[in-house]
Nanobody, 126 residues
Framework: QVQLQESGPGLVKPSQTLSLTCTVS??????????WSWIRHPPGKGQEWIGYIAYNGSTYYAPSLKSRTSISRDTSKNQFTLQLSSATPEDTAVYSC??????????????????WGQGTQVTVPS
């Protein structure tokens, strides 16, 4: 059973970098051909996919966020990290890490392969 756990500060000051870590157990983040994503859910809005780091270390970010987003990994710790710079109140959301289909997979991914963390609240005050 793959498990994911988010960790990091729940409060980020405006203009600072939002940084979260996802710790994965029960499976390796280097296993072919899985993709490890960050997704957020702002209050009153739908889920927004932020980006992924793939099994081979390649990254891809949502175009609307790519200028501020960096996803990296530490394979020795089986962790991957989100850094979102220049935080504003619009970044307030529940942030989740997940193993889900990347945008380009389409039907080539079964949702039985999906695993999600619990999500963590991050607030950027006004």
């Amino acid at each position: 059973q793959v498990q994911l756990q988010e960790s990091g500060p729940g409060l980020v000051k405006p203009s600072q970098t939002l940084s979260l870590t996802c710790t994965v157990s029960g499976g390796s983040i280097t296993t072919d051909y899985y993709y490890w994503s960050w997704i957020r859910h702002p209050p009153g809005k739908g889920q927004e996919w932020i980006g992924y780091i793939a099994y081979n270390g390649s990254t891809y970010y949502a175009p609307s966020l790519k200028s501020r987003t960096s996803i990296s990994r530490d394979t020795s710790k089986n962790q991957f990290t989100l850094q979102l710079s220049s935080a504003t109140p619009e970044d307030t959301a529940v942030y989740s890490c997940a193993r889900v289909s990347p945008p380009h997979y389409g039907s080539r991914w079964s949702r039985e392969n999906d695993y999600w963390g619990q999500g963590t609240q991050v607030t950027v005050p006004s």
